[in-house]
């Protein structure tokens, strides 16, 4: 099946009932798994090689620590803080991240597959040579981010303020930008096959790449003779 008809994956959440609260003095260890679990109003410490499935986040912080081979699977995450945290070489499976602060958030070598990032904050976020799959960002600020050297396959920015955004070498197929703010856009106009644009975004693309005018089909053109 063409990816552009396949949709997102939602996560395979557990009731409340059945979830742990927490995890002993907040302290995560190195390549362990943790499944059916709520975390809730807490602040982790980076790690190797942990592995969450089946859990929520709600008002978890992370805020400057670093986690190598993260990997969350059948994740909701809300009201986090994951200012200049930085994941890499991360793996992600049918997460929801919902009004999240990622201000300076990296995650950088990864891969994410059916993920949705719905009201988050990630001014100077960096998804830098990460692989993106059936990914939703909607109504997030992503000013001044960048995703150099990334692959976007079948993912939607909808509605978001991408002013700045830096996507030079980056690789699109069904990626669409319709109804987002790309003013400053950094990016080759060779890389755009691929990516599905509005006529204001392709408009602007012409007249700051390629030297285009563009004009509205009713203009008067008498003066141009």
């Not at 679990?37 to 008002?59: P, W």
């Not at 994740?75 to 994941?87: M, Q, Y």
């Not at 990864?110 to 830098?128: D, E, M, T, W, Y």
């Amino acid at each position: 099946m063409p990816s552009k008809n396949r949709a997102i994956e939602p996560p395979n959440l557990p009731s409340f009932e059945i979830l742990d609260r927490g995890i002993p003095n907040n302290q995560l260890d190195e390549l362990e798994s943790y499944k059916n679990l709520h975390l809730s109003n807490c602040q982790l410490e980076g790690s190797r090689g942990v592995d969450f499935k089946y859990a929520y986040f709600d008002n978890v912080k992370t805020i400057n620590t670093y986690f190598n081979k993260l990997s969350l699977q059948d994740v909701r995450i809300t009201k986090s803080d994951f200012a200049n945290t930085e994941w890499e070489e991360g793996s992600l499976n049918r997460v929801e991240f919902f009004d999240c602060r990622l201000l300076g958030f990296k995650i950088i070598k990864s891969r994410l597959r059916n993920v949705i990032f719905k009201g988050c904050q990630g001014q100077f976020a960096q998804f830098n040579f990460s692989k993106f799959e059936r990914v939703i960002f909607e109504n997030c600020i992503l000013e001044n981010s960048t995703f150099l050297e990334a692959s976007l396959t079948n993912v939607k920015f909808i509605n978001c303020q991408m002013n700045n955004i830096i996507l030079a070498d980056a690789k699109f197929k069904d990626t669409d930008f319709r109804g987002s703010n790309l003013e400053g856009l950094q990016i080759h106009i060779n890389q755009l096959q691929g990516v599905t644009l509005d006529p204001f975004q392709a408009a602007y693309i012409l007249q700051r790449y390629a030297n285009v005018i563009v004009k509205p089909v009713d203009e008067e053109i008498g003066d141009n003779f």
